[in-house]
């Protein structure tokens, strides 16, 4: 007689059914927002290969300072004077087209043929301890024979710091830090960070490292045990990335610090003992700053440098009273006011345009939820944007536009940009569905507008206006990637990643209770 299956026993599951089951709970636990570190690598990985050897500015005095940084006789000789260096031509040779415009990056076709080039005598170089050495010592570990090789995988190394630091963030942030982190670096990046974050200069890490200084601190005061031991971790390893690359940045990482510990200050025993390890940190950047001739700057100005605007306001209080009604002109050059690479690749006014007026939307919303300390901490960052590049000018007698640039103040944006966003633990960053949709449509469009100019640029010079990058291409890697197919790539996954963070801060908005976000917060 058959045996009969109990009432109460379940049927034998298949391993088909059981793979099914499988992938149905996996669909169902899959969050989109996971996407987003891999299209932010597809975003700025454009970036990088958007611009040839030698374009971020004085590349060839960074690049020769990373093939240096060992004095390796494969990459670096003695010169004729303790003050020189013997490098490989290239490094010297593949600023040809710097502020030349009309000169696409074509002048390096035997660069990119792999040809022999003599070497090169050289002043040009961090010889002297001009900028702190950490930057160099550890990229210049990636410097090698075939320069070109080697220059894209430093790129490479500087956008997964980027990514991997704001993705390990992310993750450890509670939800509230989160949105502060989306729209942090959203409103700060176009296109002015993103051009840096993808090249070879130390100011990657000057981005990279104060921005997530100022997130790492806020989330070392918010949390215990285990987790607030790898918040000081990452604190300080962007404290030292930060300090390590630019003297100004190390300035610049002491402020972030700074205005996390008062953001979140108290007078509780607690919070003293907190304080030890951001003010560790602190000490660290200091010294690093002290020892760097950066520091000088601020006392003899700087000598040698170039930009955009007149060579002169006057002296004394009339170019002080010129600089002052002309500041704001490097803060937009943040946000593509001013030209990329060599300051020759001018942007359409539309990147300022919208990029502004995005930073400018979510800056004034950020204003809506205000206490005394935020306050504090707006006025005083801002007027450190201010003071710090008057004070600089002043002293070397320059007016706006001439030695200062946007890049050497952008850490400090960040820094305002992050403030201006936070979100004490009651209230919650609220935007409308049009508004963020405006926001994304703004920034993507900076984004996308950019990306191709910096191509063309490149590509042909300036002097070609059509709007197919592939058609009469003077330069280009040697990838199987078009410059047409470069620009769509990327300005695809920069619009998917800006929508797709945007829509996880209106998640995590929803998730929160009714009375974080309406509870009007204490102004104490």
Not at 275 to 280: K, L, M, Q
Not at 283 to 299: G, K, M, N
């Amino acid at each position: 007689m058959a045996e009969q299956a109990r009432p109460d026993e379940k049927p034998p599951v298949s391993n088909s059914g059981a793979a099914l089951s499988r992938i149905i709970l996996i669909r169902r636990n899959f969050a989109i927002v996971w996407l987003a570190p891999l299209l932010a690598l597809i975003a700025f990985g454009s970036w990088a290969l958007a611009s040839p050897i030698a374009s971020s500015p004085d590349d060839d005095f960074h690049l020769t300072s990373l093939w240096c940084a060992y004095e390796s006789p494969e990459t670096c000789l003695p010169g004729d004077s303790s003050t020189t260096r013997t490098v490989p031509g290239e490094l010297i040779d593949a600023r040809c087209f710097a502020s030349k415009p009309y000169v696409s990056a074509a002048c390096q076709e035997d660069l990119f043929e792999h040809k022999v080039y003599p070497n090169t005598v050289t002043k040009r170089g961090n010889f002297n301890g001009g900028y702190p050495q950490v930057y160099y010592k550890v990229m210049g570990v990636f410097a090698g024979p075939d320069v070109a090789s080697s220059v894209l995988l430093m790129r490479a190394i500087n956008i997964a710091l980027f990514v991997g630091f704001a993705s390990v963030l992310f993750g450890l942030l509670p939800q509230t830090r989160r949105s502060t982190l989306i729209w942090g670096w959203l409103l700060t990046t176009v296109p002015l960070g993103a051009f840096l974050v993808a090249s070879n200069n130390p100011s990657a890490w000057a981005v990279t490292g104060v921005g997530s200084s100022f997130l790492a601190t806020l989330g070392y005061l918010e949390s215990q045990g285990r987790r607030r031991a790898v918040f000081a971790m990452l604190m300080l390893i962007a404290t030292l990335m930060a300090a390590g690359s630019r003297g100004d940045a190390a300035m610049y990482v002491v402020i972030a610090i700074g205005s996390a510990l008062v953001l979140k200050a108290n007078l509780s025993k607690r919070f003293v003992v907190a304080c030890i390890a951001p003010f560790t940190a602190s000490i660290v950047a200091l010294i690093l700053f002290v020892t760097s001739r950066q520091a000088t700057a601020s006392v003899t100005g700087i000598q040698g440098g170039a930009g955009p605007g007149e060579s002169g306001g006057g002296t004394g209080l009339q170019l002080l009273v010129h600089n002052v009604f002309h500041i704001t002109s490097l803060w937009s050059g943040v946000l593509g006011g001013w030209g990329l690479g060599w300051l020759d690749t001018r942007m359409p006014d539309i990147v300022p345009a919208a990029s502004t007026a995005a930073f400018i939307a979510v800056g004034f919303k950020g204003l809506q939820i205000l206490t005394r300390r935020k306050a504090l901490v707006i006025i005083g960052v801002v007027a450190l944007l201010a003071a710090v590049p008057l004070l600089v000018l002043q002293q070397g007698g320059d007016a706006v536009g001439v030695d200062v640039q946007p890049r050497y103040i952008l850490p400090l944006v960040v820094v305002l940009g992050f403030v201006l966003v936070f979100e004490p633990v009651s209230r919650s960053l609220t935007l409308s569905r049009a508004q963020r949709w405006a926001v994304i449509i703004a920034i993507s469009t900076a984004n996308a507008v950019a990306l191709f100019t910096n191509i063309r640029r490149y590509v042909t010079g300036i002097d070609n206006p059509g709007l197919n990058l592939d058609n009469g291409a003077e330069w280009w890697w040697s990838i199987p990637v078009s410059p047409m197919a470069l620009w769509s790539i990327g300005s695809i996954a920069f619009a998917l990643l800006a929508s797709i963070l945007v829509r996880e801060t209106d998640r995590i908005v929803s998730s929160m209770p009714a009375t974080m976000v309406t509870e009007p917060e204490s102004t104490g």
